[in-house]
């Protein structure tokens, strides 16, 4: 079956980096289009960043673009979401998914805060 598993969330002060990982599992990750999103306190999810399943276009949310870096690495079915001068607004839970909502891990918790 299909398994998305995110890791590398963690606590970081504001102005520090992370790079999460998604481990996918259960379909052939080169077909598809993958995306991450994230859940920040009391809002709905909201797309961060996505990119095509060639990795060749990337694309970002206003509060990512120049900060967060999408990428993926198609032989080993990994999806990456390196994350720089991070925010205590950036706080919450980071999700991977396949496609647009077709699958979505577990998420990784991300805590920005000095």
């Known amino acids: 079956q299909v398994q998305l598993v995110e890791s590398g969330g963690g606590l970081v002060q504001p102005g520090g980096s992370l790079n999460l990982s998604c481990a996918a599992s259960?379909?052939?990750?080169?077909?598809?289009?993958m995306r991450w999103v994230r859940q920040v306190s009391g809002k709905e999810v909201e797309w961060v960043a996505s990119i095509n399943s060639h990795g060749t276009q990337r694309d970002y949310a206003p509060a990512a673009e120049g900060r967060f870096t999408i990428s993926r690495d198609n032989a080993k079915n990994t999806l990456y979401l390196q994350m720089d001068s991070l925010a205590p607004e950036d706080t919450g839970v980071y999700y991977c998914e396949r496609g647009v909502g077709l699958s979505r891990g577990q998420g990784t918790r991300v805590t920005v805060s000095s």
């Open positions: 259960g379909f052939t990750f080169s077909y598809y289009f």
